[in-house]
């Protein structure tokens, strides 16, 4: 049974939570929520935005299921270092992200520069708002993944290894399989990360219509033009997010 006071002080938290997307719907000018939604660079920033968080979770899913697992499972000195830095894009503000990115990859970058003369440009590209995303959202799915390895245990992967079964074998066999709800879950959580990142992209990937500039900038720069415009985009940045996570929920629940 819940107290009293835990219930009183959840319904605040809630509140601070649900009001001002309450009071952001109602903002919506209805009458014209179609049309607001359906400019060419509205449709061309949300389309930009679903394609490159796609490609950003994906690119999330193939280094952070490798880095939850060595984190979880591994012990060599140094690991809890690695750790701390991996997590590091949780608490950093997201424009540093992009200013580390910048001067990584940018024209003069560490690595940038000799990317250049191989002809290939990541900085104020496409590329670049899939890496500022991935940048961004990573941590989330090392952080799901991570907590699920742990709480699994090895007990049936080590069952599996003596039976014969080869580690690669019992990763995909039985590792993932087991801690599937978590994976999910942390891959929702990048994706949608990814969605509504804005600094980083901004900083590194720069403003251009159809190339760089993703929902959450377009939001911005209709926020100073078209007030209208930039709340109906909001709405639609929100709902997709509610769809998406009530949409893994339900498939959690179905397992």
Do not use: H, K
Not at 77 to 99: E, H, K, N, T, Y
Not at 154 to 161: G, L, Q
């Amino acid at each position: 049974m819940i107290p009293r006071w835990v219930a009183t002080v959840a319904a605040v938290g809630a509140l601070l939570v649900v009001l001002p997307l309450a009071t952001m719907a109602a903002r919506v000018n209805w009458a014209d929520f179609w049309t607001l939604i359906t400019s060419e660079s509205s449709v061309a920033a949300l389309l930009l935005s679903l394609r490159t968080s796609t490609v950003s979770t994906l690119l999330c899913l193939v280094v952070g299921v490798p880095l939850a697992l060595v984190l979880a499972r591994a012990r060599f000195a140094g690991i809890d270092l690695l750790r701390s830095l991996v997590l590091v894009p949780l608490v950093l503000p997201p424009v540093v992200g992009g200013i580390a990115l910048l001067y990584t990859f940018g024209r003069r970058g560490l690595l940038g520069e000799s990317l250049e003369l191989a002809g290939i440009q990541i900085a104020f590209s496409t590329a670049a708002v899939v890496l500022a995303q991935t940048f961004v959202a990573l941590p989330f799915l090392v952080i799901s993944l991570e907590g699920a390895v742990r709480t699994a245990g090895t007990r049936y992967d080590v069952v599996a290894a003596t039976l014969g079964a080869r580690p690669t074998t019992v990763l995909f066999r039985v590792t993932l399989p087991l801690v599937w709800p978590g994976l999910l879950s942390g891959t929702v959580l990048s994706f949608a990360r990814c969605l509504g990142e804005f600094g980083a992209t901004i900083t590194f990937a720069g403003s251009l219509q159809g190339v760089t500039r993703t929902l959450p900038l377009e939001i911005y720069l209709q926020r100073e033009t078209d007030p209208d415009a930039a709340v109906a985009l909001s709405f639609v940045l929100v709902a997709v997010a509610v769809l998406v996570i009530g949409l893994t929920r339900s498939s959690r629940s179905a397992l």
